[in-house]
Every structure is written in structure tokens, then in C-alpha cells.
């Protein structure tokens, strides 16, 4: 079965644009989480996709969103990027089931470098 | 407070000896899961193994095990005979969560252990 796959692996964006990230999940999975990680800050929680619903958001500003597709693969956007925002975004997957056993699967992520 | 708490920002160990990873975890929610990710320098999180609130057993995963102290809300990684391979970041995390559909399951991470096998 593969993994969680992320694209792009790589990128370099000026401050002030926008940048879309991409995530499937492993087949079957219906939960796609986002976390963000920094040498500063570790890794946060950014959001939780469920069924194309937005379930959990974490205290990240309104210029970072997300969704999510029908076949459960998730998108996230960040607009007017700012030198802050460079780090590791890390996408997760689970069965997405109650309770709070199901463990996440992480992709390889992608390393976001803001100029 | 911090939610998750990991002492050792570096730890170094021996191949072929076992290491302990500290973690501590702080909730007042009964129900919650305690997992431990291995990070290499690639950088992808690997999924290494996973505590219940609930369950009576510690976790063992092949040379992974965890030490769940429930009353001092700890759940320490032990890795035995360790490799060269394992030197990696290592984070603890819980997910806090009842049985409802809506509940989180963001995993709240601690600030991870650097662990340097020597050969």
C-alpha cells in the first residue's frame, strides 16, 4: 500500500505570494491533518480534514487554509507569505475513526523556503 | 502548560546497548493516546509505536517498547540493542479524545530528543 504521498517536495517562494501544497492520503484514510515545523517552534497542529469538512483548526492565522477533496486528498494555502512562514509542512493520514487509537502516517512533507 | 514535556534535547548511546526516552504528558482528559515518531534527517515522521489510555499492557513494537506510568503520567520510549539506523530526532505525542466523531485528533508534540548512536 503506498504512503502518504507530498508535493511539491521543494520550494522557494518570495515574500508576499502564495503557495499550494498538496497531500493524498494512503488509500482509505479519510483524515488528513497538516502540521507545521520550525527550529523555533517544534511542530503545530494546523488543521484536520475529515470528509471534506474541516473538523480542528489550530492558532494559525486566517492566511493559512485548507481543504478537502472527495477522494480525501487535501490542499493546503498559504497567501502572502511571510519570511516566517518557512519551514516543514508535514501532511498525516488516518482511518479517521472515533476514538483515539488511530495513528497518523506522515508523508515526507514539504520544505517550504520563503526569500 | 506544557502538554508534553521531553527532558533530553540529546542523548548518545552505545550500538548494540539500550536507550531510555524520557517523556512526560500532562491532560485531565481520561481518554487519550501517548505515541512516539522517529524523525531522520529526511525528515518524514515514522510512526514507531502506540499507548492507550485504557490499555493494561505496555506497547511493545519488535525492539521498541514503551514504559506507560499512568499515575506519573509518563510514557518512556526504550529502545533496545541499539542500531546505527536509530540515530534520528525522536518525538513523543498524545492525542487527547473521547469516542465522539468530532472530537480532536491533533497530536500535541514535545520539542524531541536527539539520539547519536556510537559505534
Not at chain 1, 517544534?42 to 494559525?60: A, C, D, I
Not at chain 2, 524523525?39 to 509505536?49: R, T, V, W
Not at chain 2, 505496555?58 to 546505527?84: M, P
Request: overall charge positive.
Amino acid at each position: 500500500k503506498a504512503g502518504v504521498t507530498q508535493t511539491p517536495r521543494y520550494l522557494i517562494k518570495t515574500r508576499g505570494q502564495q503557495v499550494t501544497l498538496s497531500c493524498s492520503p494512503i488509500s482509505g484514510h479519510r483524515s488528513v491533518s497538516w502540521y507545521q515545523q520550525t527550529p523555533g517552534q517544534g511542530l503545530q497542529f494546523l488543521f484536520e480534514y475529515f470528509s471534506e469538512t474541516q473538523r480542528n483548526k489550530g492558532n494559525f492565522p486566517g492566511r493559512f487554509s485548507g481543504r478537502q477533496f472527495s477522494n480525501s486528498r487535501s490542499e493546503m494555502n498559504v497567501s502572502t507569505l511571510e519570511l516566517g512562514d518557512s519551514a516543514l509542512y508535514l501532511c498525516a493520514s488516518s482511518l479517521g475513526a472515533t476514538g483515539s487509537s488511530y495513528e497518523q502516517y506522515f508523508g515526507p512533507g514539504t520544505r517550504l523556503t520563503v526569500t | 502548560a506544557q502538554k508534553i514535556t521531553q527532558t533530553q534535547p540529546g542523548m548518545f548511546v552505545q550500538e548494540k546497548e539500550a536507550v531510555t526516552l524520557d517523556c512526560t504528558y500532562d491532560t485531565s482528559d481520561p481518554s487519550y493516546g501517548l505515541f512516539w515518531y522517529k524523525q531522520p534527517s529526511s525528515g518524514e515522521m515514522i510512526f514507531l509505536i502506540y499507548q492507550g489510555s485504557y490499555d493494561q499492557q505496555n506497547a511493545t513494537e519488535g525492539r521498541y517498547s514503551l514504559n506507560f506510568q499512568k499515575a506519573r503520567k509518563s510514557a518512556n520510549l526504550v529502545i533496545s540493542a541499539s542500531q546505527l539506523g536509530d540515530s534520528a530526532m525522536y518525538f513523543c505525542a498524545m492525542r487527547e479524545g473521547g469516542s465522539l466523531s468530532g472530537s480532536a485528533r491533533q497530536l500535541t508534540f514535545g520539542s524531541g530528543t536527539q539520539l547519536t548512536v556510537l559505534p
